[in-house]
Every structure is written in C-alpha cells, then in structure tokens.
C-alpha cells in the first residue's frame, strides 16, 4: 500500500468499502500502487495495468490494455465507442466484488501477462477518423490552418476531429469549428 493513496479510499463514502475490497485484491495480485491522475493506479514493473475509480451510478476498475484481454466472461465494458485500449468492469456493490473475485485476480493476471509479452494495441490513426465537412472546409480556406493542425500531435488532433464530428447539425458542427480554430492556430489542443 501506497501512503499517498490513502486519501482516495477514504474521501469516497459511497463506494468506501467497494474500493477498500478492490484494493485488497489487486495489490494481492502482486502490483505496485501509485497515484496517477488523481486516481489509485497499479502497476507492474513500471507500467500501468489496472486503475480504480468511481462515478455517481457505479465503481469500476479500468485495464489500460483491456482490448486485448480474452473477456470470456464478458463482463468488460468499453466507456464510449471512440475509448480504444481500456476496459471497465464495474460494480455497484461489494457482493458483486465478492462473487467475480476469481474471475476478477484472473483478468488481472492476464493483463499483467499482456504486459510482459510485450502487446501493443492498434490504435485508429488519426487519418482513419471522420473529418467534419465544416472543418475540412476551414482546412481548405486557410492554409495556416491547416498547416496549425497538421502540427498538432495526433492525440490532440483526434480530440478536435472527435469534438468537431459529434454534432448532428451542421451549425453546432461549424460553432465548434469557429470556436476552436483560434486555439488550433496557437498550437493548443482542445482541453489544453
């Protein structure tokens, strides 16, 4: 256990005793706990496995390469359909925990063997996402824009194209597009 951590499992009433017993079971599993992103994350020599955390309607643990676990119980979860490597299994009670926990240690088990081996998940590429016609359109009417947005790194430039792509009307499409072409320009990403 990680004394830096210990402030997470204790500011969390309503889910204290789901993340205490998820906590127990990963650092039986022989990983290293340390506090990334606000969150208790656990590692194995050096390299995020696993990461516990909560939302309003459940608690769940998250495998950083969950895509290429073989879910043979099918209980992993992708958060949203543009999420490409992780994997959620939540919980909304310790009895769930308490009933998968073999299930759970084996999936554990498994992403740390992924890990050993080496796997890499196969991200999209940025040019394989859709490019709003309103921002293609920007891209064509100005060339510093596009030369701005060429710069950018891909993971920033998937942010926009995402950003930009999810609007059914055309006129939320372009607001966004003026809205965020200023950043672009200075090099900046969506969130930064």
Known sequence: MNPKVDFYFNKDKKWQQELEQLRMI????????????????????????????????????????????????????????????????RFT?????????????AYIYEAIEVEKAGLKVDFKKT????????????LDEMPALKTAFDALTPGRQKAYLLHFAAPKQSKTREARVEKCMQQILEGQGLND
């Not at 009670?93 to 240690?105: C, F």
């Open 93 to 105: 009670n310790v009895g769930e925990i308490v009933e998968t926990l073999p299930t759970l240690k």
């Open 127 to 138: 040019a394989e996402f859709t490019i709003a016609e309103e921002f293609q359109n920007k």
């Open 26 to 89: 990963i650092l039986d599993c022989g990983l290293t706990e340390e506090l990334k992103w606000g969150v208790p994350c656990y590692m194995f020599q050096g390299n995020n496995i696993v990461l516990i955390h909560t939302f309003k309607e459940y608690c769940a643990i998250l495998f950083f390469k969950g895509a290429l676990l073989n879910d043979a119980n099918s209980i992993l979860v992708q958060q949203t359909e543009n999420v490409q490597a992780a994997r959620q299994i």
